[in-house]
């Protein structure tokens, strides 16, 4: 618009600017707006002195190339139309950070490299959505850091396989929303995905499966088409990288003891039955698990977390442990002998000398255990963090034995829920997940002691792909649902207000629009308020879409921008439909309102 050429030519960077609306997600802990701004333009510079902020000012750089078509200067000093990253070395909040703007200066001020992190992602918000030349930074002091120390989203690309260039998406997308970690669930009965150089079998084999169930379980019918991928170690290193450049870990999942169907394809003496086998091609959980009898399966799963440890620094490796079916075990000569030999009371006493045995190699090379909660059965392993996903019972036993725990209880964190009732949903596992569902979500139990509270160290959104199987469907079931779970895991708990954040929610879509997300957009879809009786029927019409137009029609047909806009309540008088949408730009948003009446 001209506005930004009068800015450009103006020159002066006077306070008289108009007052940018804030609206962040997640809600920074403390953040007051104040009578001033900063005028952003090609002249202004960033002031970054290490390599860490160097960094960031670069992905700031990538952002703002996006909104206005140029990249700032970045210099090793500078103090007017400058952005000023300052990094301290606070190793006990180490994510926070403050942020001043005024007219002279951005100062963004982190605790450490990740807090000047989060000030950058905080000061992308303050930034409009539109693109621009120059803008208006609105005046405020934030002073912000996270209230749990694991912000976690996972991804299984085991079920459905997804490229690097997607992977990268989805990380840029959680250092957006503050997310710190990402867990990585690289193996499946359906697929293994990541390059193991000592077992080149898992590549050939286990990668791929022939066919893949098509449509609802129940009609148990199959694509014919085969299916495969897997990452190679140098892209898992560049994965690893990139999401370091974004302060967040990634947390690899290797699966044991079930879950390992496609690696018994390839190598079926590590079955308790020595196959044959096949890739997994339905969903759901297979009975044939490895072999707890058979020594060869414990130094085969060391070579790989040997391969594992060097692609990912991380404290943590995942291993699984969830929905190990025990009937082979009950019946394998093997089997029983250990169990007679270790002196183990059943088959739960023998999954837990599985995963204490890999705990035990884990942690000699300096790694710790995460574990799905049925890792509690038959006693936990002595130093394992439990992922509480059934509920979050695992997750209150797991705190009482002073065990870290990570809550994905799925009633609250299964992002491969409905999150609509509408009949137009695509197909998904089932169940029922509305954003604000999300948004009510308090990972700390009730049941627990102040101090055993500490034990709960965040939450984290699953996203298991079994239905999921392109990447358009994949963003539209992660958002806006994981911008609502990050607000609960970054935000003070009594900052929090669904209607607080939907109205940001309407910002924050522009944003989302601009990294092209496929979000879904439910909570702005129309929806009707029905009053009065018999033929003195009124229908009001209502969307939170910010600049959305609803068009309805009264005949059956579905309405477009060439139906009657909506002005007012609807009488009605006589038996018909009302269909009813919300349009921005003239493109449809949400689901169709749709309500039949019928009078006698
Ligand atoms: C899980 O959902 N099977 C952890
Ligand atoms: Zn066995």
Redesign the pocket.
Known sequence: MAAAGLWSCSGSRQADAPKGKVSIIPMPANVSEKEDSFLLDKQTVIVATNESDKKTAGLFNAWLKELTGYELAVKDQGNENAILLQTGSDTTNAEGYTLSVNHNNITINGNSGSGTFYGIQTLIQLLPVQKAHAMYVPGVEIKDSPRFAYRGLHLDVGRHFFPVEFIKKYIDLMAMHKFNTFHWHLTEDQGWRIEIKKYPRLQEISSKRKETMAGRYADNKYDGKPYGGYYTQEQVKEVVKYAADRFITIIPEIEMPGHSLAVLAAYPNLGCTGGPYEVGTHWGVYDDIYCAGNDSVYLFLQDVLDEVMALFPSKYIHIGG??SPKVRWEKCPKCQARIKQEGLKDEHALQSYFIQRMEKYLNSKGRQIIG?DEILEGGLAPNATV?S?RGIEGGIAAAKQKHDVIM?P?EYC?LDKYQARSPNEPLAIGGFLPVSKVYSYEPVPAELSSEEDRDIKGAQG?V?TAYINNTDYLEYMVYPRAAALAEVLWSPKEKRNYDDFVNRLKVHTGRLDLKKVNYAKHVFEVTGKITGSDKGVQVALDSKLEGGKIFFTTDSTAPTPRSTPYAQPIPVTQSGTIRAQVFLDGKPFGNEYNQTFLFH
Do not use: A
């Open positions: 969830d929905e799905w992922m996903w994905t799925g299964y699953n298991w």
